[in-house]
């Protein structure tokens, strides 16, 4: 697709639930990024993926979180048994290359609230 | 990580330049300057990014100090569409991390 796609757009869940979120990147785009941004705050780095592999997960929360890349393409980031301070907009980005002199695209994000 | 400081907020009248300021005085030689914006519920736009030289394109041009330590994001022509928070990240090499400050939150008066 022309851009960075993210589903669902909107997520509702009851506490304790398990969500996943899904990132379609840019084809042919290597790098996949996942962020958060909480409701007036900044955004908060998560995770990287270079391909299929993730060398640096060291944003992720708690081992609650956990995100996976198949195909070099679509990424899927779990969160498992929500809380309520899960709740944020959970935003991904894909970039053709690593490194310094790569711009970023971002998606649209999904809004997760959980009650 | 090399730390970046903007102002908190500016405004600018429709159809005038805008110039928005940035100082990253602790800059290392590897690091490119990357400048985002992030209009209400969406999320963040690449706008430009440079490492020494000017730059320009299509959204805005890009003005670096010839010591790096600054840099200067220019809107040429601002329209109400560009009202947003701007980001001014650096972004060094080994380093996957975009590290989003507080920005500049640009208000754009008709």
């Known amino acids: 697709g022309a851009g960075v796609s993210q589903s669902p757009s909107n997520k509702v869940t009851e506490k304790g639930k398990d969500v996943e979120l899904r990132c379609d990147p840019i084809s042919g785009h290597t790098a996949l990024y996942w962020y958060r941004q909480s409701l007036g705050q900044g955004l908060e780095f998560l995770i990287y993926?270079?391909?299929?592999?993730?060398?640096?997960k060291s944003g992720l929360p708690s081992d609650r979180f956990s995100a996976e890349r198949t195909g070099g393409s679509v990424s899927t980031l779990t969160i498992q048994r929500t809380q309520q301070e899960d709740s944020a907009v959970y935003l991904c980005a894909s970039s053709l290359a690593p490194g310094a002199n790569y711009g970023y695209t971002f998606g649209s994000g999904t809004r997760l609230t959980v009650v | 990580d090399a730390k970046t400081t903007q102002p908190n907020s500016m405004e600018s009248n429709e159809e005038e330049p805008v110039h928005l300021p940035c100082n990253h005085s602790?800059?290392?030689?590897?690091?490119?300057i990357h400048w985002y914006r992030q209009l209400p519920s969406q999320g963040p736009e690449y706008v430009i990014h440079?490492?020494?030289s000017n730059v320009n394109n299509r959204m805005a041009s890009l003005a670096i100090a010839e010591d790096r330590k600054s840099s200067t994001l220019i809107l040429h022509r601002a329209t109400l569409r560009d009202a947003a928070v701007y980001y001014c990240i650096l972004k060094g090499f080994g380093n996957e991390k975009l590290t989003f400050g507080t920005g500049t939150r640009l208000t754009i008066i008709p």
């Open positions: 993926f270079q391909g299929n592999s993730a060398p640096d």
């Open positions: 602790t800059i290392s030689g590897t690091d490119y």
């Open positions: 440079g490492l020494t």
